[in-house]
């Protein structure tokens, strides 16, 4: 019988020259993230083929998806880190913040380097990507790969990770209107985003609310019974959160 030029090719190439050829649909986010948490968590190799396809094709969601899967693995640590920087740089947010916080944490075998950090923090954060505009934020704050601390920097972030609904952001940017860190101080936006992070069910909020509460501090008028109900809630908060660990 007569052997086509694609017989005895591995999945993934032919899974790529299908792509290439235009003879597949394009996968969705949906079904590309399905695919990575069979490839990452299943181990499925069928799965991690045809990511690789995909991100052979220049897909930057499954080049990230790709990468995640082979970073639980140490000895491909290198090729995910690379397939990472390739979604990065294709403006994928996600693998941008991913990239940042590896090179800020030392993670998959990388020096600990706040400096590399910030330019793929700022990379994701002006895309809008809440989580990586607080880590941001904390470098400017702390003064950690950057010339200097800039604390109005920092609570520019802390503002952005807010906005975009990060709870600790908003904890964080309460903290700043109270102390007047990088702006004046406002007890009416301190409690203002008090609240809004104590309404995520974030513990620390939930407690810094009730001692509010029990002083009459941000305008609050002096509930000493709501104040005790809200410490109990966040104990119960912190509890939950250590044990789903």
């Known amino acids: ?113 706040a400096g590399a950090a910030r330019p793929w923090l700022e990379r994701a954060a002006r895309s809008g990507h809440a989580d990586a505009a607080l880590a941001l934020a904390r470098l400017w704050l702390n003064g950690e790969g950057v010339a200097t601390a800039d604390d109005a920097e920092g609570l520019r972030w802390l503002q952005a990770a807010s906005r975009g609904g990060n709870a600790q952001a908003m904890f964080l940017l309460s903290q700043a209107y109270v102390q007047g860190r990088g702006t004046a101080p406002s007890p009416t936006l301190a409690r203002h985003w008090l609240e809004a992070a104590a309404d995520q069910h974030h513990p620390a909020a939930i407690q810094a609310y009730a001692l509010a509460l029990q002083n009459g501090d941000l305008g609050l008028a002096v509930n000493a019974s709501l104040a005790d109900e809200l410490l109990a809630e966040a104990a119960a908060e912190r509890h939950n959160r250590w044990n789903a660990r």
């Open 1 to 113: 019988m007569r052997r086509g030029p694609a017989a005895g090719l591995p999945l993934a190439a032919l899974l790529v020259l299908l792509l290439a050829g235009g003879c597949a649909p394009r996968p969705g986010n949906a079904e590309i993230e399905a695919m990575g948490v069979r490839a990452a968590q299943a181990r499925q190799p069928e799965a991690l083929a045809r990511l690789r396809a995909w991100a052979g094709a220049g897909n930057a969601v499954a080049q990230r998806e790709l990468a995640l899967a082979l970073l639980r693995d140490p000895p491909r640590w290198s090729e995910g880190l690379a397939w990472l920087g390739k979604a990065a740089r294709a403006a994928d947010s996600e693998a941008a913040y991913l990239l940042g916080e590896a090179s800020r944490l030392g993670r998959y075998g990388l020096r600990p380097d």
